[in-house]
């Protein structure tokens, strides 16, 4: 198993400019999720997916849209980026069901820069 | 969500155990203790969780006192590649949209 995978791994965006984070799982997980990280802090939650067709937003989602056509694909998408949108970017899956007895399984990330 | 308190940093010698304090006192019936470790620009990896009993794994072990307003992660033989950030949180059993990350303990193991 690959387990989580994400591209790119940098990416240098102009303001204003859009593109889509990639993350994929091979293990069947029904719960996909995406963090931003920024210098020195936790990681927060920007949206979640509980399985295909279903989305829901977390803590930080204004400018960021997600979609979930696939059990395995959880694509990010940055509208108009902004330089507050700087961050390093995870995302995680984890098996479905009662969350508070399961692990989550991270990619990678993704380092963002918006000049 | 319930808070987890955490010392900023801790210390360690390499092959030295290492007890890593985790307060929540606010704790419901229903949540679980849960540990991250974050390695230099990687991804949180997790370690081990539990809800009531002490839990062994084969990367640590995890103390809970019986109030359960408190656990402690315990790394038996520190390694260098084990300096990272650790993050303890409490997931509710019902809780299926996130982790509530804080800014944990950054764990620094001399050779």
């Known amino acids: 198993n690959a387990g989580v995978t994400q591209t790119p791994k940098f990416q240098v965006l102009k303001t204003g400019q859009s593109m889509t984070l990639q993350c994929a799982q091979d293990m069947n997980h029904e719960y996909m999720s995406w963090y931003r990280q920024d210098p020195g802090m936790g990681l927060r939650l920007i949206h979640y997916s509980v399985g295909a067709g279903i989305t829901d937003q977390g803590e930080v989602p204004n400018g960021y849209n997600v979609s979930r056509s696939t059990t395995e694909d959880f694509p990010l998408r940055l509208l108009s980026a902004a330089p507050s949108q700087t961050s390093v970017y995870f995302c995680?899956?984890?098996?479905?069901?009662?969350?508070?007895?399961?692990?989550?399984?991270f990619g990678p990330g993704t380092r963002l820069t918006v000049t | 969500d319930a808070k987890t308190t955490q010392p900023n940093s801790m210390e360690s010698n390499e092959e030295e155990p290492v007890h890593l304090p985790c307060n929540h006192s606010?704790?419901?019936?229903?949540?679980?203790i849960h540990w991250y470790r974050q390695l230099p620009s990687q991804g949180p990896e997790y370690v081990i969780h539990g809800l009531t009993s002490n839990v062994n794994n084969r990367m640590a072990s995890l103390a809970i006192a019986e109030d359960r307003k408190s656990s402690t992660l315990i790394l038996h033989r520190a390694t260098l590649r084990d300096a990272a950030v650790y993050y303890c949180?409490?997931?509710?059993?019902?809780?299926?949209?996130?982790?509530?990350f804080g800014t944990g303990t950054r764990l620094q193991v001399f050779p």
């Open positions: 995680a899956s984890s098996p479905a069901g009662l969350a508070g007895d399961d692990e989550q399984y």
């Open positions: 949180i409490l997931r509710a059993l019902y809780n299926t949209d996130k982790l509530i």
């Open positions: 606010t704790i419901s019936g229903t949540d679980y």
